[in-house]
């Protein structure tokens, strides 16, 4: 499976970017599907999340209320809405996939696929 991110960029505070996660050579709902980001010197953070039976997302307390995780079957394409964006959010934004169990979404080692990544800068 590969995956591509797209749709990162600058901007400003409380301002609003959409980012992609497009999959070739698998079905995106067939696995639970998690956006993660990472700043120079530190470990990978986990984001968002979407269940692959239910559709539903699960966030981080850092973004909750702020982002969204939508999902284009049709597109095989998963999508991070963010809002009311922080300087706080700049990072180098990566989705990936887990085979694994929707306990382990938050647990970047357990990720078997991931995109190359997306840099969202938050300027004050």
Do not use: H
């Not at 997302?57 to 079957?73: C, E, I, L, P, Q």
């Not at 700049?90 to 991931?114: D, E």
Request: hydrophobic share 30%; charged share 15%.
């Amino acid at each position: 499976v590969q995956l591509q991110a797209s749709g990162g960029g600058l901007v400003q505070t409380g301002g609003s970017l959409r980012l992609s996660c497009t999959a070739s050579g698998g079905t995106l709902s067939r696995y639970v599907m998690g956006w993660f980001r990472q700043t120079p010197g530190r470990e990978r953070e986990f984001v968002a999340a979407m269940n692959r039976n239910s559709g539903n997302g699960n966030y981080a307390d850092s973004v909750k209320g702020r982002f969204t995780v939508s999902r284009d079957s049709a597109k095989n394409t998963v999508y991070l809405q963010m809002n009311s964006l922080q300087p706080g959010d700049t990072a180098l934004y990566y989705c990936g996939i887990t085979t694994g169990p929707w306990g382990v979404r938050g647990t970047p080692s357990r990720y078997a696929y991931w995109g190359q990544g997306t840099q969202v800068t938050v300027s004050s």
